[in-house]
């Protein structure tokens, strides 16, 4: 029997099981020259958009059926929101996929933007700016706390656990990045995604 299974499970690829019903996503982290100067590129999404309306992000969305890899699908996103052509957009490489607490899978990658010509969907995007930077890296993000907890559902067996003591406490809590640029806020997951490139991009 040992045997048997060995030989089955060499020959099975593992998956990743979760509690969490995630959310496979991708953006881009969008630099562009401006002006003999790198800036990187922010979205304010659409007010009329189910999910997150009026806050900024990077370009990017949820995996679809036809995107290869991670990098695919942010780059896709990334030529729709915009407005440009793939071939404008140069992949320079990947930095690191997040979890997030509330159910994302994130990957994120860099691409240089070859152009400052916009065309931005208007269904998706409410305004295009950009940061130099060396402003960038130069802010301290504020930093705030949202705690994680579970809380027991009717459906609960609690007579299955008699005499067990249950604890239903917080759990965890984690953290929320926040850049402050002139009258934009930059926070949330696309706060964390930046914090996760810049910290990259000092260690050069």
Known sequence: MSKELSTFLSQRTS???????????????????????????????????????????FPGGH????????ADAAIRECSEELGISIDQIELIGPIDCLISAIGVKLHAVVVRLHTTE????????KEIFTVPLRE???IEPVVGHLDI????????????L???????????????????????????????????????????
């Open 15 to 57: 998956d990743v099981i979760t509690d969490i019903d995630a959310i496979c996503a991708a953006v881009a982290v969008p630099l562009v020259e401006i002006n003999g100067e790198d800036h990187l590129l922010f979205t304010v999404r659409s007010l009329n958009l189910r999910r997150q309306p009026g806050e900024i992000s």
């Open 63 to 70: 995996y679809e059926l036809d995107d290869p890899t991670g």
């Open 118 to 125: 916009y065309h931005p969907n208007p269904d998706e995007v």
């Open 136 to 138: 960038m890296l130069a």
């Open 149 to 160: 907890g579970t809380k027991p559902k009717k459906d609960f067996p609690y007579h299955l």
């Open 162 to 204: 008699e005499g067990y003591h249950i604890d239903w406490k917080i759990r965890q809590n984690y953290s929320i990045y926040f850049y402050p640029y002139e009258e934009y806020t930059i926070w949330g997951l696309t706060g964390r995604v930046l914090k996760n490139f810049l910290d990259i991009y000092k260690t050069m």
